[in-house]
């Protein structure tokens, strides 16, 4: 109980500005936040990727930052985004890359958003599909999802390898699952990260679990790519049973995991010769992910909180 309201407390700090300016000011915290984001600017993206993709790992990359105010700040976060493909390419670390992408960033609530985050997104679906590299759309909070649904299902007629994400907290998720039969579209699961109402979706842990391994089942049974996004040991045993059961090469399925959190894990994925994709975000704003990552995991909060006395 005590943990569950912890982390319903992070995730209304991750939406609050006050307790924004609190946390980034903790002079300690940039040395915690180093964990979860390997750093700030551009070359540190391109640095870890070369790191990973040395031991056998693919990576997808986050430009932090969500919610952009205005049409410049949409323009920039593309922009952000072309210079990092680019930077890949100049490293010799493109083919094989994934990014991902908040529509929100790139304008989708702004007026006439839609129109605004689907030509962003298909700037950069194209200049990363002629470097080799592929999008995929992350899923933010339920209220943005048939229209990333949506954005996700336009691109794809030009670009057919851009994916989207789907949370299996949500109880629309195996609907979704159905519909995108039949699109062949890589599509990342997860038990989704953000705090919705019960109306739409599943409140107790075991359920979204259950949920997730009957996804797992659903997905691989499709003719979709899964990407089975989860640090939860007992859900990528259930994967790699699942791919066997449909009948799946280790190239027809991927894991992926955040930045820092399991990398033993990780490593036993590769070991076990499975693909296993490395989720990085970098940037100056890192503070919702930050907290997203506190809420999921309040053990997380105490090695915070750790380093704040020990500093
Ligand atoms: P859990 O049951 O939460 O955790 C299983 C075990 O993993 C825990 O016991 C712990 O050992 C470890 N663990 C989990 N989280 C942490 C952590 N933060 N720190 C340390 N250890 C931890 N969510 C979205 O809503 N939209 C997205 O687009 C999205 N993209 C994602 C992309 C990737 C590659 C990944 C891995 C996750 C993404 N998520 C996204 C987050 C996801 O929804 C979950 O919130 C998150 O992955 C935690 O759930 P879990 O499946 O790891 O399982």
Redesign the pocket.
Known sequence: ALSHTLSHTLNRASRSARARRAVESFPVTRRVVDRFVPGETTADAVEATRGLVATGRAVTIDVLGEDVLDLAGARAMRDAYRTLLTALDEAGCAAGADVSLKLSAMGQALPDGTTIATDHAAEIAGAAAALGCTVTL??EDHTTVDSTLAIGNALRATYPSVGN?L?TNLRRTPGDIADLDGSGARI?L?????REPESVALQR?VEVDHAYERAIDALMASDCYPMI????PA?LDRAVSAAVAAGRGADRWEA???YG??PELEQRMVDDGHRMRV?IPFGTDWYGYFMR?LA??PA?VAFFLRALAHR
């Open positions: 992350d899923m994400v949370q990342r997860v038990k989704g990260a953000y842990k996004a989860t640090h939860d859900m992926q995991m955040l959190v399991r989720y990552r999921e995991r997380n």
